[in-house]
């Protein structure tokens, strides 16, 4: 794993800061109606945490192409110098979920070995996601009703326990068909597709299969996260037009039309995945405030296999005095 040892003066753990930071800057802005303001607080706060890192890091999915992001953009280099390590980004996993005060929005970040992380077109993905027990018996491109008595199979439980997780769309109208067809129940969701993706290898969660299309980026993130789990991603892009094809095709992906495995997406073997909760989900309940500190819940996880949960409490600095 990417930790402190011999070769690597970073500490799994000291990612963790990061999106905590995103989530901290972020939350004070849930509920108030202002997306780009949650998210520039985010970026500002996570990109300043990463400049403090022993690391030598560099953007390989981020906020965008760097005549379109002032901060975190991609091929972006950060850290003090050290390990050399490639970082995918997202400060605010649902942006109009923390401008709404609606759950599952998350601060995210994966970190692998210089080379290891794809990087990834901004546009679609079909995506397939499940946990340990499910992977070896599921495909992209399987009948969704297989693909769903599969994971039945696999988890020892009836079709109609199965929880599939799904980007309420009108593009998915035929694919909430063919599920509800084949007898399983939906979680519909209005945004943050990672965090569905990750709770399917998470116990607990209730949650079994996500399936649908969603941002590329996002696939990329998801797979690293299920990677250290010991779940299963697959994905394929698909382009809305020519540009983001030639893109594609730019980025070194060659064959448009093929299945992209977690190996394709995720390679190396050292992997960290961090993400802090901003508002309450499945995965990590939400930044609270009380008097003047605020408490975060975070995971991290690494290729070793380890899942960590953290809660930690902030100390936000002196309580600004008032008007007499």
């Not at 997780?165 to 945004?191: N, T």
């Not at 605020?294 to 296999?305: F, L, N, P, Y």
Request: net charge negative; glycine share 10%; hydrophobic share 45%.
């Amino acid at each position: 794993m990417i930790a402190r040892t011999s070769t690597s003066p970073v500490n799994t753990l000291d990612f963790v800061k990061v999106t905590e930071s995103a989530a901290l800057a972020a939350s004070r802005w849930m509920g108030r109606g202002e997306r780009d303001k949650a998210d520039g607080a985010a970026v500002e706060r996570m990109r300043e945490a990463l400049g403090e890192m022993d690391i030598s890091g560099r953007i390989v999915i981020g906020e965008g192409e760097r005549d379109e992001a002032p901060m975190l953009y991609i091929g972006e280099e950060l850290g003090r110098g050290g390990f050399e390590v490639d970082i995918a980004v997202d400060p605010v996993e649902g942006t109009n979920l923390v401008a709404n005060g609606l759950p599952n929005s998350i601060a995210v970040m994966a970190i692998a070995e210089r080379g290891c992380l794809l990087n990834a077109p901004d546009t679609y993905m079909k995506k397939l996601a499940v946990g340990p027990k499910a992977a070896p018996f599921v495909h992209l491109d399987a009948p969704v009703r297989d693909n769903i008595e599969a994971v039945a199979n696999a988890m020892e439980k009836p079709v109609s326990d199965v929880t599939v997780v799904i980007l309420d769309r009108p593009r998915h109208a035929d694919l909430v068909r063919q599920v509800r067809e084949a007898g399983a129940r939906i979680k519909l969701i209005s945004d943050g597709d990672v965090d569905a993706c990750i709770a399917t290898a998470v116990p607990g969660t209730g949650i079994h299969v996500a399936l649908g299309t969603g941002g590329a980026p996002e696939g990329v993130l998801a797979a690293a996260a299920l990677k250290c789990l010991g779940g299963m991603f697959m994905g394929r892009l698909e382009p809305r037009n020519d540009e983001e094809a030639r893109r594609a095709h730019e980025m070194g992906i060659a064959d448009l039309s093929a299945v992209l495995t977690m190996n394709d997406l995720v390679k190396g073997e050292h992997l960290v995945f961090c993400a802090t909760g901003i508002t309450d989900g499945d995965l990590a309940r939400g930044v609270r405030f009380f008097g003047n500190n605020a408490r975060t819940h975070s995971i991290v996880m690494h290729s070793g296999g380890t899942l960590r949960f953290i809660e930690s409490v902030h100390r936000l600095g002196a309580r600004p005095q008032q008007n007499a």
